[in-house]
């Protein structure tokens, strides 16, 4: 008889279980899930409700049927790539498209590696990435905010984006100045409430950050990738501004734009897809933070965050194998030359 369990990540030794952690994501997610509803309507309900039910529907068909292994949709986990999956996307996104983001985020991204713990990549990432480069269009099409209990907007079909403006305006050949004073550029409050277009869950800042207070409050993430990520993207931010403000955006509005508070706190901190330590954790924060104000500035997309903490995800296994800590009880042995003799000292580590 084995006395020894082996199980895949996240290993916690604590009283919370894997449940119990990733329903208290799903609530942190609450206050975003409201924003979205409040300023996309029923459109972003039914994003939502078909990328939560295509998830569970495909893992429970994978691992009743090909995998025939105990079924596991009651964990959490799949609820929670559903509602990060709809999250990434805007809210008139094609019913078809959402449900086959579920299958590669569930089938491909994590199942095909052995379910939960066992995944190199965020599931709901490589669904999103997967959908943004095979249809861009209806990808970056992003519905006008029409808060609830309010006029519709007459003749109004998309609506613009932070990062989007700067970036055509950029190309165009227009500065900075004239970007943000232009009559569309939603501006910091615009960012901070959500009232703006975007993916679901990227555009309200203060939705996520009470979220990620909750988290913080259970204990569910650590301070260091989020410090280590927003800290490194803000002061790449800073230097590239103070270099050319008429080229680069300055560093608060590139903080509050776009999906990086989203990305911050409730993507790059999975326990299965980042790194073990916090030395590790604060590498992968930094890394990610330089790869998508990068990306923002110098790539083709406007967005840089799901690529960066994919790429980062990558590198997560050499970064554990790199940082991990000395086993106790670890022998350490020194070795001196005195008086043209070699000393060998051993000590416990």
């Given at each position: 008889?084995?006395?020894?369990?082996?199980?895949?990540?996240?290993?916690?030794?604590?009283?919370?279980?894997?449940?119990?952690?990733?329903?208290?994501?799903?609530?942190?997610?609450?206050?975003?899930?409201?924003?979205?509803?409040?300023?996309?309507?029923?459109?972003?309900?039914?994003?939502?409700?078909?990328?939560?039910?295509?998830?569970?529907?495909?893992?429970?068909?994978?691992?009743?049927?090909?995998?025939?292994?105990?079924?596991?949709?009651?964990?959490?986990?799949?609820?929670?790539?559903?509602?990060?999956?709809?999250?990434?996307?805007?809210?008139?996104?094609?019913?078809?498209?959402?449900?086959?983001?579920?299958?590669?985020?569930?089938?491909?991204?994590?199942?095909?590696?052995?379910?939960?713990?066992?995944?190199?990549?965020?599931?709901?990432?490589?669904?999103?990435?997967?959908?943004?480069?095979?249809?861009?269009?209806?990808?970056?099409?992003?519905?006008?905010?029409?808060?609830?209990?309010?006029?519709?907007?007459?003749?109004?079909?998309?609506?613009p984006t932070t990062l989007g403006?700067?970036?055509?305006?950029?190309?165009?050949?227009?500065?900075?100045?004239?970007?943000?004073?232009?009559?569309?550029?939603?501006?910091?409050?615009?960012?901070?409430?959500?009232?703006?277009?975007?993916?679901?869950?990227?555009?309200?800042?203060?939705?996520?950050?009470?979220?990620?207070?909750?988290?913080?409050?259970?204990?569910?993430?650590?301070?260091?990738?989020?410090?280590?990520?927003?800290?490194?993207?803000?002061?790449?931010?800073?230097?590239?501004?103070?270099?050319?403000?008429q080229s680069y955006l300055d560093?608060?509005?590139?903080?509050?734009?776009?999906?990086?508070?989203?990305?911050?706190?409730?993507?790059?901190?999975?326990?299965?897809?980042?790194?073990?330590?916090?030395?590790?954790?604060?590498?992968?924060?930094?890394?990610?933070?330089?790869?998508?104000?990068?990306?923002?500035?110098?790539?083709?997309?406007?967005?840089?965050?799901?690529?960066?903490?994919?790429?980062?995800?990558?590198?997560?296994?050499?970064?554990?194998?790199?940082?991990?800590?000395?086993?106790?009880?670890?022998?350490?042995?020194?070795?001196?030359?005195?008086?043209?003799?070699?000393?060998?000292?051993?000590?416990?580590?």
């Amino acid at each position: 008889m084995s006395l020894l369990t082996v199980s895949g990540s996240p290993h916690i030794h604590d009283k919370q279980d894997v449940k119990s952690i990733m329903f208290g994501v799903v609530i942190a997610m609450i206050p975003a899930i409201l924003v979205s509803v409040y300023y996309f309507g029923l459109d972003s309900a039914r994003v939502m409700l078909i990328s939560i039910v295509s998830c569970l529907f495909i893992e429970w068909l994978i691992q009743k049927y090909l995998l025939k292994v105990p079924v596991t949709i009651t964990d959490g986990s799949a609820l929670i790539t559903g509602v990060l999956l709809a999250f990434n996307v805007p809210s008139n996104l094609p019913s078809l498209m959402i449900v086959l983001g579920a299958f590669v985020s569930i089938a491909i991204a994590k199942m095909s590696f052995g379910g939960l713990g066992k995944n190199p990549f965020n599931p709901a990432l490589v669904g999103r990435v997967f959908l943004l480069i095979s249809f861009p269009v209806q990808m970056t099409t992003w519905p006008v905010p029409v808060p609830l209990f309010s006029s519709p907007v007459a003749d109004a079909i998309t609506g613009p984006t932070t990062l989007g403006l700067f970036q055509e305006g950029i190309m165009a050949g227009k500065t900075v100045s004239e970007i943000t004073s232009s009559a569309g550029f939603p501006g910091y409050f615009s960012d901070f409430t959500g009232n703006q277009g975007g993916s679901l869950g990227e555009v309200s800042v203060i939705a996520l950050l009470i979220g990620a207070a909750y988290m913080f409050f259970r204990k569910i993430i650590t301070w260091h990738i989020p410090v280590a990520y927003l800290g490194t993207a803000f002061i790449f931010s800073a230097i590239l501004w103070y270099s050319d403000p008429q080229s680069y955006l300055d560093p608060v509005i590139s903080m509050l734009a776009g999906g990086l508070i989203l990305g911050v706190f409730f993507m790059a901190t999975d326990m299965v897809t980042s790194p073990m330590t916090a030395k590790g954790q604060l590498l992968f924060g930094a890394g990610a933070g330089i790869i998508t104000i990068m990306i923002r500035n110098w790539g083709a997309y406007p967005e840089g965050v799901s690529f960066a903490i994919l790429i980062m995800n990558a590198f997560t296994p050499l970064i554990n194998k790199w940082m991990q800590p000395k086993r106790f009880g670890s022998t350490a042995v020194k070795v001196s030359v005195k008086n043209d003799k070699k000393v060998t000292a051993y000590g416990k580590a």
